[in-house]
């Protein structure tokens, strides 16, 4: 029998977090197996979007960056490499009362393992992992190209992209995100997005047109009943401050909300008005006075509706796998980029140490690692976002008094959780092959 060799040729499908982080992390665990390793990344963006805000970054994603590089990156940016957030402090907005915080530092000021959180442009983010990416000597990334289709042969997976190319490999990552073209056109037909009912509206403003004192040192989450307002810091100057209303929306009215390119000025003007009035319907009664502000103010809100994919389909084919939302989109929480950027390592390491097996063994190993975690996130930050539904007047009340007590029984498990390192986390091992077994067991006789 041939021995099986390791992936030599490999398409990712979308430059996102995990498609970047898969590329960076590949490279650096085969390269040294692989001499010919030849990692190609497909992005259906003809550049990178500056769309999406900001995102938080928790103890975990920061260490994994640091890995990969990217940190590195990111802190050479000056102030618009990201805010370090020390803490989230939660407030009521009805009474302006402090309910608690999400501390990402311990006792003495530290981060846990020298990591805390931060906050950080999207765009910035992409740029400092892209610049990495392009250092790496068996790493291209390729844009304009959008996959809409695919299918598996003996040796290889094909994909197919919208302009009539196509691209070969030993080994296809889908990468491509919560609407992943490469899971509902290839590896798991039945299984689309769907809607949450929730939708973020978002914004970034310039610190200076606020007149009021922040009530935050770095990053704070506002609580009603009629849902969630985050406002950040999202550079290190204190310039800008990024605004996110998490809101329950219906799916029929989204439609109505949508800021598309080509629109005439009047659309885009009325659309800006009518999501400005949304947002101060729902928290108008604000008693925070610079969160009242940015509520009253002549603020430009974008509306992301918020979409989830359900873990529990299919993620792997014979020679293509789904990783990072592409294979489970949760509804976003702090700590949702840090499943893509564990996905990303944990695989590259296990497609490293199975290089000698089958790809569907490396693929079985990977998902015994992986199902009940995402499994676990997943209705874990389900249950999160049930509490910025619309509520009534009691109901909104008992989320206030729980959350303080929700914050401090679960601060153990969270703090547990930011020590986690998926360069070190022990991995399953490839079943010894039928020649090294005989092998053992003949020596060992010898030595009886
Ligand atoms: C509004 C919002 C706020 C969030 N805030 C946070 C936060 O604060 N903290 C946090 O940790 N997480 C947050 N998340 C979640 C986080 O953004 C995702 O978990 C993370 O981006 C997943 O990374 P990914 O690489 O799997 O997907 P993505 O980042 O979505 O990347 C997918 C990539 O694939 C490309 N692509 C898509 N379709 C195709 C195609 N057909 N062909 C080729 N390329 C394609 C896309 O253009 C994109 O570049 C938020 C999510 C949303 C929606």
Same mark, same amino acid.
């Given at each position: 029998?041939?021995?099986?060799?390791?992936? &030599?040729? +490999?398409?990712? +499908?979308?430059?996102?977090?995990? %498609?970047?982080?898969?590329?960076?992390?590949?490279? $650096?665990?085969? =390269?040294?197996?692989?001499?010919?390793?030849?990692?190609?990344?497909? /992005?259906?963006?003809?550049?990178?979007?500056?769309?999406?805000?900001? +995102?938080?970054?928790?103890?975990?994603?920061?260490?994994?960056?640091?890995?990969?590089?990217?940190?590195?990156?990111? *802190? $050479?940016?000056?102030?618009?490499?990201?805010?370090?957030?020390?803490?989230?402090?939660?407030? =009521?907005?009805?009474? %302006?009362?402090?309910?608690?915080?999400?501390?990402?530092?311990?006792?003495?000021? @530290?981060?846990?393992?020298?990591? @805390?959180?931060?906050?950080?442009?999207?765009?910035? #983010?992409?740029?400092?992992?892209?610049?990495?990416?392009?250092?790496?000597?068996?790493?291209?990334?390729?844009?304009?190209?959008?996959?809409?289709?695919?299918? /598996?042969?003996?040796?290889?997976?094909?994909?197919?992209?919208? *302009?009539?190319?196509?691209?070969?490999?030993?080994?296809?990552?889908?990468?491509?995100?919560?609407?992943?073209?490469?899971?509902?056109?290839?590896? *798991?037909?039945?299984?689309?997005?769907?809607?949450? %009912?929730?939708?973020?509206?978002?914004?970034?403003?310039?610190?200076?047109?606020?007149?009021?004192?922040?009530?935050?040192?770095?990053?704070?989450?506002? +609580?009603?009943?009629?849902?969630?307002?985050?406002?950040?810091?999202?550079?290190?100057?204190?310039? &800008?401050?990024?605004?996110?209303?998490?809101? &329950?929306?219906?799916?029929?009215?989204?439609?109505?909300?949508?800021?598309? !390119?080509? &629109?005439?000025?009047?659309?885009?003007?009325?659309?800006?008005?009518?999501?400005?009035?949304?947002?101060?319907?729902?928290?108008?009664?604000?008693?925070?006075?610079?969160?009242?502000?940015?509520?009253?103010?002549?603020?430009?809100?974008?509306?992301?509706?918020?979409?989830?994919?359900? !873990? %529990?389909?299919?993620?792997?084919?014979?020679?293509?796998?789904? #990783?990072?939302?592409?294979?489970?989109?949760?509804?976003?929480?702090?700590?949702?980029?840090?499943?893509?950027?564990?996905?990303?390592?944990?695989?590259?390491?296990?497609?490293?140490?199975?290089?000698?097996?089958?790809?569907?063994?490396?693929?079985?190993?990977?998902?015994?690692?992986?199902?009940?975690?995402?499994?676990?996130?997943?209705?874990? =930050?389900?249950?999160?976002? /049930?509490?910025?539904?619309?509520?009534?007047?009691?109901?909104?009340?008992? @989320?206030?008094?729980?959350?303080?007590?929700?914050?401090?029984?679960?601060?153990?498990?969270?703090?547990?959780?930011?020590?986690?390192?998926?360069?070190?986390?022990? #991995? !399953?091992?490839?079943? !010894?092959?039928?020649?090294?077994?005989?092998?053992? =067991?003949?020596?060992?006789?010898?030595?009886?």
């Amino acid at each position: 029998m041939e021995p099986i060799s390791p992936p &030599q040729n +490999i398409v990712i +499908i979308g430059a996102g977090i995990a %498609g970047i982080a898969c590329a960076l992390s590949i490279s $650096r665990e085969l =390269s040294p197996f692989v001499p010919n390793l030849k990692i190609t990344v497909y /992005e259906r963006h003809d550049i990178l979007s500056t769309s999406g805000g900001a +995102i938080n970054l928790t103890p975990v994603a920061q260490r994994h960056l640091a890995q990969l590089g990217v940190l590195d990156e990111l *802190d $050479r940016m000056g102030p618009e490499g990201g805010a370090d957030v020390d803490a989230i402090e939660l407030f =009521s907005m009805r009474s %302006g009362r402090s309910i608690g915080s999400i501390n990402f530092t311990d006792n003495q000021g @530290k981060g846990f393992g020298g990591y @805390k959180g931060r906050r950080v442009m999207r765009i910035a #983010l992409s740029v400092a992992m892209l610049t990495v990416a392009e250092r790496a000597r068996n790493v291209e990334i390729v844009f304009g190209k959008k996959v809409i289709g695919g299918e /598996e042969f003996q040796g290889s997976a094909v994909v197919h992209f919208q *302009d009539g190319t196509k691209a070969v490999g030993d080994l296809v990552i889908g990468c491509d995100g919560v609407h992943s073209a490469v899971r509902t056109r290839f590896v *798991d037909v039945d299984r689309p997005a769907e809607y949450t %009912g929730l939708s973020f509206l978002q914004a970034t403003i310039d610190s200076d047109t606020i007149s009021s004192p922040t009530h935050f040192r770095t990053s704070s989450l506002n +609580i009603s009943r009629h849902g969630s307002m985050l406002a950040s810091y999202c550079d290190r100057d204190g310039e &800008q401050i990024f605004a996110a209303a998490i809101v &329950q929306f219906s799916q029929e009215s989204l439609s109505r909300y949508r800021l598309e !390119p080509g &629109q005439d000025w009047a659309t885009q003007h009325k659309i800006r008005c009518a999501l400005r009035e949304e947002v101060r319907d729902r928290f108008g009664k604000c008693a925070i006075p610079c969160i009242k502000e940015m509520i009253e103010g002549k603020v430009d809100w974008m509306l992301y509706p918020v979409y989830q994919v359900r !873990p %529990g389909g299919r993620w792997c084919l014979n020679r293509v796998i789904l #990783l990072g939302d592409a294979a489970h989109a949760m509804p976003p929480r702090d700590e949702s980029a840090a499943y893509a950027l564990d996905d990303a390592i944990l695989f590259s390491r296990i497609l490293s140490s199975y290089r000698s097996e089958p790809l569907t063994e490396a693929f079985d190993a990977y998902e015994t690692l992986r199902r009940d975690t995402i499994n676990h996130a997943f209705k874990a =930050s389900r249950r999160m976002w /049930e509490r910025n539904r619309e509520m009534g007047f009691l109901e909104g009340r008992i @989320k206030e008094w729980m959350m303080s007590f929700h914050l401090k029984t679960n601060e153990n498990a969270r703090e547990a959780a930011w020590a986690f390192d998926a360069t070190k986390m022990a #991995l !399953p091992t490839p079943a !010894p092959s039928e020649d090294l077994v005989s092998l053992n =067991s003949f020596l060992r006789n010898r030595t009886l």
